[in-house]
């Protein structure tokens, strides 16, 4: 059973502070009024539909059976395959309802064709999925000094049954939904449940989520091949590569988008949709059906190269280096309508563009060197010293890349903050208007100067002008960072058994113990330098550039990042005290 749906408080966005305070006062003042007295740019509403208000519970009853096989062929002594099958099946029980009103309804399926149609009361067919692998290691000579290892196979992914339960929890039938955009219906109420018609019934909009009757659940075909040899003096160099290929991955789709009917004009000619609201909606009373389905679209590569020093009379040692690439359409959170809205895109988000998956880790280094020192016999102690090292260039910021993106609905899809910018040859390519923020005023030539200054100190966007920016495109700069460990161990043989107490103490980031500059990280100013503002006669967007404070003064965006300031980029220690026994 699940119990969520969003927007149950109210959702109010207005186009400035001013307009939410007036708004504010103004149910202070008249909290029985009718109309809000400025418009809002938009407001949401969530409620349950069902009689007496009840909790409208989202009940998933999934089923899945596996057989597993594999068996060890040994080729030779020093040559062994591995040869392995499962089949795995999944159902579903028939716990979601039918909305007959979008059953009769015309939708588009993902490649922008009318006649799609959308029964919220089907789930997924029944799946049956083959999961054949292959593995083998060969000792070449039989001692280990240089062995061969890999394998190929199919794998499914853990059931990611929160995108099912979706499609029970947003049916419209369990609640009901308001969108509105543009207006004065619905004034500002610090409990938004007096918006709930007094005999709740099936909503007139909905937003739907529905996962699509072939969806199948998420499989990866992957492969790797390894060498492993042997060194003088003990050490041990790896060298592996890995290839990972989606056979389904997850995507979604809006079903209810009406497609482009133009292009924007200028230097950017992206896809140009119908407008914020019902002039974008194929049924005017959907606002939005997000549909999930699958696609064998994106992969993995990457190649490792390690040299380890095995433990040995205490010391231990180890060094590594990744280089990897990981591509995908999308990259899916637990709730289907922000998943699709959350998507960068050029040409809109039902027509996504394979990039960067938004935990791509570039290039990544490590290293561990340690050394335990054991000493006595009936009381007996040990000491032990490691130190650990990772430094990476990686895309993620939180749960997300850096997207360089317009704020705004740049392409009037009515998704905001989603269109990937394009990197102009020079920005007086561009439109810009005059405004004025924190007591300055700056113009148009502020703008272009300031536009062309920030692309040419980003090393990613210099790279692009005259191209779009790609999802997921800027990688954040290096990052280093030392761990310091030290354990101390006092034991005694009571008995014929061993008990011991270990002082632990662990300096986290240590090299900013010694210079506050050393493994401090990035924060990235924005992925938003542009704000989207209109389009002129001619069709051609006009902006804004962002801006930045400064020493307590705003002026135009200028940095890219950064140093951050937050407390996980200071060092940090940590001491513990553990007791063992046998």
């Known amino acids: 059973n699940n119990l969520f749906f969003p927007a149950p408080n109210g959702v109010y966005v207005y186009n ?44 998933l009853k999934a089923h899945r059976v596996d057989l597993y096989g594999q068996d060890n062929f040994r080729v030779s002594d020093n040559f062994n395959v591995l040869f392995g099958v499962r089949l795995g099946t999944f159902f579903f029980e028939n716990t979601a309802l039918e909305n007959s009103a979008i059953t009769a309804m015309d939708f588009i399926d993902i490649d922008e064709n009318r006649g799609y149609q959308i029964n919220t009361g089907n789930m997924p067919s029944t799946q049956i999925l083959w999961e054949p692998r292959l593995g083998f290691n060969w000792d070449v000579s039989g001692n280990k000094t240089l062995q061969f290892r890999g394998g190929t196979g199919i794998f499914t992914g853990r059931p990611p049954y929160v ?20 207006k004065t219906t619905y004034p500002f109420r610090p409990d938004a449940s007096v918006f709930i018609p007094s005999t709740p019934t099936l909503p007139s909009t909905f937003d739907i989520a529905v996962a699509d009757e072939d969806y199948k659940f998420p499989q990866v075909w992957k492969s790797n091949l390894a060498v492993d ?20 991955s997850v995507l979604y789709f809006d079903a209810n988008l009406e497609p482009s009917n133009g292009t924007l004009n200028g230097p950017d000619k992206r896809p140009r949709f119908l407008g914020n609201g019902n002039p974008s909606r194929i049924n005017d009373n959907v ?11 994106g992969y993995y590569a990457g190649a490792s190269f390690k040299l380890e020093y095995p433990s040995s009379k205490g010391l231990y040692a180890m060094a590594a280096y990744t280089y990897s690439r990981a591509k995908d359409l999308m990259g899916a959170g637990s709730i289907a309508s922000g998943s699709w809205t959350s998507a960068r895109s050029i040409n809109g988000n039902n027509n996504l563009e394979l990039s960067y998956a938004d935990f ?27 130190l650990g090292y ?58 272009i100067a300031a536009f062309d200054a920030f692309i ?80 002129d006669a001619n069709g051609t967007p006009v902006y804004r550039f ?37």
Do not use: C
Request: zero cysteines.
């Open 163 to 182: 995108w099912l339960s979706n499609q029970i929890g947003n049916n419209g039938v369990l609640t009901g939904f308001i969108d509105d955009r543009g």
């Open 456 to 535: 040419d100190q980003d090393e990613y966007l210099s790279t692009r002008r005259g191209m779009y920016a790609e999802r997921n495109g800027r990688v954040l700069p290096w990052l280093h960072r030392f761990d310091l460990s030290v354990t101390q161990d006092f034991g005694l043989l009571i008995g014929g058994k061993r008990h011991s107490i270990q002082f632990r103490a662990d300096i986290l980031n240590v090299g900013n113990l010694f210079n506050d500059e050393w493994g401090v990280g990035n924060t990235l100013i924005t992925d938003r330098p542009l704000t989207y503002r209109s389009l």
């Open 287 to 297: 606002s939005r059906a997000a549909v999930l389905t699958t696609t064998n679209e």
């Open 546 to 582: 962002a801006t930045q404070v400064i020493d307590g003064e705003t002026q135009m965006l200028r940095n890219t990042f950064v140093p951050s300031t937050s407390p996980s980029n200071v060092w940090t220690a940590q001491f513990g005290l553990r007791y063992t026994f046998e």
């Open 16 to 59: 400035s502070l001013a307009d939410f305070y007036t708004a504010a006062n103004d149910a202070l003042d008249n909290p029985t009024g009718t109309m809000s007295p400025v418009q809002y740019e938009r407001f949401q509403f969530r409620y349950s539909a069902l009689p007496g208000a009840a909790l409208p519970l989202q009940v």
């Open 229 to 248: 040899y042997k060194l003088p003096l003990g050490l041990i160099a790896t060298v592996e590569f890995l290839y990972n290929k989606n056979i389904n």
């Open 360 to 386: 791509d880790i570039p290039h990544r280094i490590t290293g561990l060197l340690g050394y335990r020192l054991s000493y006595g016999n009936s009381f007996f102690g040990a000491t032990g010293l490691s």
């Open 390 to 447: 990772v430094g990476d260039k990686s895309r993620a910021v939180g749960f997300n890349g850096i997207s360089f993106a317009a704020a705004g609905d740049l392409n009037q899809d009515g998704v905001q903050n989603n269109d990937l910018i394009y990197v102009p040859n020079s920005a007086n390519e561009l439109q810009f208007e005059q405004f004025t923020s924190g007591g300055k005023t700056f113009t148009v030539a502020d703008q």
